[in-house]
């Protein structure tokens, strides 16, 4: 299948998952992820801030925060499809990206070697490929990043094998959580 339409069917069955449903399953990825050494070990966690159809990060900002850990969030640089990341602290305003994403201001600290990333995304594969939203963000990111990624998968973002073309420049992520 190709990327571009199985990114708008999955577009379209994230919108109707159930709240319920996804309430819960995001109640068991938290539970797992707070459980990892590999969070319990990171000073600085990268993160996005979700939008609606994704699993909601706030609680993971809130909890990061309250387990003394540098939060970094992504700016976006269209014009490269480049990706860096600034601190967000609890008192920082937020800008919104022409995405509609709220995003750091640039005058923040900068580190893009996060401890940890939580890579965001609409499809992930049991063996670790992973489809987003079609920027190529975090692609060219994770290219040049070397830090442990992680992704929080809904049961709905999860197939076994690739459906689609897995491309030359796309990354794997080294863990996929799913709901227990
Ligand atoms: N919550 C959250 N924040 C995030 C991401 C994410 O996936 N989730 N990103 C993850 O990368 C980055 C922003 N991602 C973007 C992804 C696509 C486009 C974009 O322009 N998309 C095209 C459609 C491309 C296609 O369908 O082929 C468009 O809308 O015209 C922009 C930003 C950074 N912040
Ligand atoms: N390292 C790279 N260098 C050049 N182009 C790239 C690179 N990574 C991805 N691209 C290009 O960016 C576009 C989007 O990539 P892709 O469809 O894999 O996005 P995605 O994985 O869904 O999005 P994202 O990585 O932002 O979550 C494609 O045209 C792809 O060829």
Known sequence: MKKKELRQQQIAKLRQLPALVKRQEEAS???QLW??????????????????????TQPIIEQ???DQKQVYLPRTYPATHEMHFFQYQ?????SKSDFGIPEPLPDRPQLDQVDLLIVPGLV??????????????YDRFLAQYQQPTVVLALNA????VPVWQVSQFDQQVDLVVIPK
């Open 29 to 31: 990825l938290y539970q």
């Open 35 to 56: 459980q990892l050494p590999l969070y319990q070990q990171a000073a600085s966690i990268g993160i996005t801030v979700s939008s609606p159809i994704e699993v909601a």
């Open 64 to 66: 990061a925060w309250r």
């Open 90 to 94: 609890a008192a920082d305003q937020l």
């Open 124 to 137: 992930y594969s049991t063996d670790r490929w992973r489809v987003g939203f079609g920027g190529g963000y």
């Open 157 to 160: 973002m999860t197939v076994t």
